[in-house]
């Protein structure tokens, strides 16, 4: 029976409230079934709270996650650093979860993650796990240099990589990480990374999109292109990798799994983020049922809808926050931006930050590579004015 309706019983409550909780809130109604929201997020003013209450605590008090479930009829996360506690004692309290303390207890340690990636037959770079400092000696013996030390818990953005150069480096690496768990991974030569998003619901049907493939600067993701420009038989190992390890985790509710593509077009997974993507914000735009409805619909027991696309490519573009200011600003958005084809998505940010997603573009057409152009042009026309400034007209 699906889950719906108005007032505190059927409330959906989401740990996290920045743009990906705004956004599963503002696509809800198309589901045809509009739904209240309730948001957990320490930022008072966060991006969703425009679109549902708010209770304002870190997302890894997990007091403050079992109060949010006993105020909601189903709970989700749109970000998977939360306290896995919380979401346990909300699932004994019989409130659903998805996706589940199992789920997130898997994917917030990489070192269990890709164990559990491994153990399923899927294809990850070849890791170890360093456990001192003397280890990372022998891991880059055996991996070879560079290789890639991440922090086992709480990166995002690339925040908790480091790509090791040397023996020498194998110091600062472990300075850097000092106190934390690591994995060490091998570097991948990729030629491409891309992405699989798919939902399953509760019965176990998986609906995918295209994959896409994804730009990033400085490990932030700039732009994604769909459908990613790779031989079909790439894709089609991709997909088949998605769909394998989307059916392994066995929840409900959208998954992304980010991978890596080599130069002789074999596929690892780099990993899974068992929510709605940024590399598929696109969707909203591109596709008959958005990443977001898909999301609600998938958590609530609704059939899923359709992911064709009406046209035949898309390009998602991020609006980041330009180098050298931070602060209050108005936003310069051209008339250019009302071209067909061309849509823009603010997230209401009160402050721009170098760097910080403040929004992203949707570009809809026929030719991918000049989606890319038509993206980038459209980007370079917005501008953040500082509040206040002499510049605002
Ligand atoms: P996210 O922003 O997706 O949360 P994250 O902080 O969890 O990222 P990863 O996805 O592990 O970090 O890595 C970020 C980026 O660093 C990847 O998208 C890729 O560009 C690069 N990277 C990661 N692992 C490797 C590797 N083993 N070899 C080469 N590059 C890598
Ligand atoms: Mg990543």
Redesign the pocket.
């Known amino acids: 029976m699906a889950v719906y309706g108005f007032g505190g019983s059927a409330t959906v409550g989401v740990v996290g409230g920045g743009q990906l909780g705004a956004m599963l809130a503002e696509e809800s109604g198309k589901a045809g079934l509009p739904h209240e929201f309730l948001f957990l997020d320490p930022m008072p003013g966060c991006p969703a709270s425009g679109y549902g209450r708010q209770i304002v605590a870190e997302l890894y008090d997990a007091r403050a996650i079992a109060e949010l479930g006993r105020q909601c009829r189903i709970l989700t996360c749109e970000i998977e650093h939360v306290s896995v506690e919380g979401l346990r004692a909300a699932e004994r309290n019989g409130i659903p979860v998805y996706p589940s303390a199992k789920t997130l207890e898997i994917i917030q340690d990489k070192r269990r993650q890709y164990e559990f990636l491994e153990s399923g037959g899927l294809p990850v ?1 070849d890791f170890l796990l360093p456990e001192r400092e003397e280890d990372l000696i022998l891991i880059g013996r055996d991996l070879g240099y560079p290789f ?1 030390l ?1 922090a086992a818990t709480g ?7 480091y790509p090791v150069k040397n023996e020498a480096d194998a110091k600062n690496a472990w300075q850097y990480f000092v106190g934390r768990g690591t994995v060490a ?4 030569p ?1 030629k491409k ?1 891309v992405s699989f998003i798919a939902a399953r619901d509760w019965s176990g049907n998986i609906a995918s999109y295209p994959v896409r493939e994804n730009h ?1 600067k400085d ?3 700039i732009y994604s292109v769909v459908p990613a420009m790779i031989s079909a038989s790439v894709a089609k190992d991709a997909e088949d990798i998605g769909y394998a390890a989307a059916q392994m985790l066995g929840d409900a509710g959208i998954v992304c799994v ?1 991978m890596f593509v080599l130069p002789d077009g074999k596929v690892y997974v ?2 899974i ?1 068992p929510r709605v993507h940024n590399s598929g914000h696109d969707t909203m735009d591109s596709c008959r049922t958005s990443q977001f409805e898909q999301h609600i619909r998938a958590i609530t027991g609704m059939p899923l809808g359709s992911t064709e696309m009406p046209h035949p490519a898309a390009v998602m573009h991020n609006i980041l926050g330009d180098p050298g200011y931070s602060g209050g600003y108005v936003m310069a958005i051209p008339d250019c931006l009302g071209e067909t084809g061309v849509r823009v998505h603010m997230y209401g940010k009160r402050e721009v930050r170098p760097g910080r997603k403040m929004g992203h573009l949707a570009v809809v057409g026929n030719n991918p590579e000049e989606l890319v152009r038509k993206s980038q042009e459209a980007r370079r026309t917005i501008r953040f004015v500082p509040a206040g400034s002499a510049a605002r007209r």
């Open positions: 770079p890639m991440k990166g995002y953005d690339g925040r908790g990589n991974q091998k570097w991948v990729f990374e990033h490990s932030i993701l980010e780099n990993e983020a």
